[in-house]
Each structure stands twice: as structure tokens, then as C-alpha cells.
């Protein structure tokens, strides 16, 4: 008799496939699960990623939801396989086990344990007030990015920033306006800004914890596009976290819509790399 036939089979996805899946997918359409420790979690994890630990993985079932699909990892690919059968034995729906686990993901990661950030968001504020901490994180990383055109030499740098700053204030007009469709209020820009708090930093990071971090040399330009998008995957998963915890079912869908345009953005920040 041999061990395998007592686990249910279950599909692997490597690494270059599970990108291009979480990509196309919307946050709320699956989750991604992490199976490691909580300090595994802590030094790095993918962005939006749910911790269980293998080991309460079985008293935990009812936290997931058997209808999504369920990306799961861990730090090879061993412990998501247990934990890919054990799902897959319970009846979940489509469960993928990503072989390599993190250390074959090649894209951006976040850090820091469950509740990182999560001082801002409560989980039971309304539409209106998670709007008005979005749009004070936007301005936090905006004023970043400009406080950086006057720290860099190199032109193309300085220019890149300007960019970036510029596409923080797109990512600011789309939360003033949903915070207008949802509240109904008359007011204008100026006055919403005045109601905000003091800004933040996107992800629960300051300026030089981010600087500290990734050490990237500001005057080249793949370097500071590496930050952007390790700032992107960091506010990704803020926002994705935020949005499981959140009790308002309004406010989760905010959540939701803002840490997908996170995610495209990290999308469209790949593609400038590679047309470096």
C-alpha cells in the first residue's frame, strides 16, 4: 500500500503561471493562501495573501471560502501540496498549488505580519471614511515621489518620479469622485483634501523605512521603478487586507476596487521596466 493513494490529486501551477493567474484576476475573485509561520509571513509574503498555517489549516476551514478558487503557497511547495489535498479532499471548488513556492516568485513581495498597516482601517469604518484614508495614502506616496525629484541628479530619474507622483494624482481623482458618487456631498477638491487626515504612506511604511528597505539607488532608473512597484505590492496588500477584514459590505467593495487598481498599476510599472 503506498502513501499516495490516500491524497486527493491537485493541480500545480509554477510560478511564471500563478503571476499571470493573480493578474488577470480580480482580488475578490480567489484567494491566495499561505500555508508557512507567521514570521515567514512576516519577512515576505505575496501581496493580498491570506495566513493559515498547515498546522490550523483543519480548524480553520470555515474562513475560507469553498466556492472561490484557492491559490496556495508556501516557502517550496511542499506544505501547500499537503495543504492543496486537504482542501481538495474537503470539496473546495478549484484549488492550485504553486510548485516552487514563494522562493520561485520573481515578482514583487510584501512584508510584515497580518495586522501591518492595519491601524488605518479598523474594519468597521464607512465607505466614506476608508475613501478619505485612500486618498490621504495616495498623497502621502505623491508627496514621496516629489520629495524625491529633489534628491536625485540623473534627469530620466527625476522626470520617472514626476511620473509616478503624477499617476498618484489620477489614482487621487478616482477616489474623490467615487467619495462624491457615495456620499452625495457638493463640495471641491480643495475642501475634500482639508477633511483629510495628515497623509501616510501607502503599505504602513514611512518614507525612510521604505528608503531603508530596498536600498535602491535613485539615480537609475530600473531602481526606482523596482521601488514604485515594491510600494504598489506593499499598498496591494494594505488594501486587500483591509478589504477581508472589512464589516461594511460597501466599504469592502471600496477596498476591493482601489487594491485592484493597485494591481494594475503594478502591472503597468512591470511594463515600463521591461521597456527599459
Not at 201 to 206: I, N, V
Not at 213 to 218: R, V, W
Not at 224 to 253: H, K, T, W
Request: contains cysteine; proline residues 4%.
Amino acid at each position: 500500500m503506498r502513501w499516495k493513494q490516500f491524497f486527493t490529486p491537485v493541480k500545480s501551477i509554477d510560478a511564471v503561471e500563478a503571476r499571470q493567474y493573480v493578474q488577470r484576476m480580480a482580488g475578490d475573485a480567489f484567494t491566495l493562501l499561505d500555508v508557512r509561520q507567521p514570521g515567514e509571513y512576516e519577512a515576505e509574503h505575496l501581496p493580498g495573501a491570506k495566513l493559515i498555517p498547515l498546522a490550523e489549516l483543519g480548524s480553520r476551514l470555515p474562513e475560507l471560502d469553498a466556492g472561490k478558487p484557492i491559490v496556495v503557497y508556501c516557502a517550496i511547495g511542499g506544505r501547500s501540496r499537503v495543504a492543496a489535498q486537504v482542501l481538495a479532499a474537503k470539496g473546495f471548488r478549484e484549488v492550485l498549488n504553486l510548485s516552487g513556492g514563494i522562493k520561485a516568485w520573481n515578482s514583487q513581495k510584501a512584508v510584515g505580519p497580518e495586522d501591518h498597516g492595519l491601524e488605518l482601517f479598523s474594519g468597521n469604518e464607512s465607505p466614506e471614511k476608508t475613501l478619505m484614508t485612500a486618498y490621504s495614502l495616495e498623497e502621502g506616496l505623491r508627496e514621496f515621489y516629489l520629495s524625491m525629484v529633489g534628491q536625485v541628479k540623473a534627469e530620466n530619474a527625476r522626470r520617472l518620479f514626476v511620473e509616478l507622483s503624477a499617476i498618484e494624482v489620477k489614482h487621487q481623482d478616482r477616489i474623490f469622485n467615487e467619495y462624491l458618487r457615495i456620499s452625495g456631498a457638493v463640495l471641491t477638491r480643495e475642501e475634500f483634501a482639508q477633511k483629510v487626515v495628515a497623509p501616510g504612506m501607502e503599505g504602513g511604511l514611512t518614507t525612510a523605512e521604505y528608503i531603508r528597505l530596498y536600498q535602491p539607488n535613485l539615480e537609475v532608473v530600473e531602481e526606482v521603478i523596482s521601488l514604485a512597484m515594491a510600494i504598489e505590492a506593499q499598498a496591494l496588500d494594505l488594501y486587500q487586507r483591509a478589504a477581508d477584514r472589512a464589516g461594511p459590505a460597501e466599504s469592502r467593495n471600496v477596498l476591493m476596487q482601489i487594491a485592484n487598481e493597485e494591481r494594475a498599476h503594478l502591472g503597468q510599472l512591470g511594463a515600463l521596466f521591461e521597456e527599459r
